[in-house]
């Protein structure tokens, strides 16, 4: 099992940009692909991205594609996501979760399909 610890959120300004990351402990960290989420006040937990055990390949939601980047750094166990052009609408609470990854690919990423989540940290968008 890993467990997942969100940081970095706060308030920004809408246009700006933020890092948030998750640090991640127990099983190794590398066999695991690892997606960021987020759910806005009444609002589904929805997915944004994910990347791979090696961090070689990556997927994006439509509406996150091209303003969000997410990384990982194996050695210190950690994922990021780098976010930048943000907009009111981007508020919410973020989440990472893990999903063991036989092969170096992306596995389902549906959140409905995980069974525990992490506290999230909130990300607030000033218009």
């Known amino acids: 099992q890993v467990q997942l610890v969100e940081s970095g959120g706060g308030l920004v300004q809408a246009g700006g940009s933020l890092r948030i990351s998750c640090a991640a402990s127990?099983?190794?960290?590398?066999?695991?692909?690892m997606g960021w989420f987020r759910q806005a006040p009444g609002k589904e937990r929805e997915f944004l991205a994910a990347?791979?055990?090696?961090?070689?390949?990556?997927n994006y939601a439509d509406s996150v594609k091209g303003r969000f980047t997410i990384s990982r750094d194996n050695d210190k166990n950690t994922v990021h996501l780098q976010m930048s052009n943000l907009k009111p609408e981007d508020t919410a609470v973020y989440y990472c979760?893990?999903?063991?990854?036989?092969?170096?690919?992306?596995?389902?990423?549906?959140?409905?399909?995980?069974?525990?989540w992490g506290q999230g940290t909130q990300v607030i968008v000033s218009s």
């Open positions: 979760n893990a999903r063991w990854s036989t092969w170096d690919t992306i596995p389902t990423m549906n959140p409905r399909s995980f069974g525990s």
């Open positions: 127990g099983r190794t960290n590398s066999n695991y692909a």
């Open positions: 990347i791979s055990r090696s961090g070689v390949t990556t």
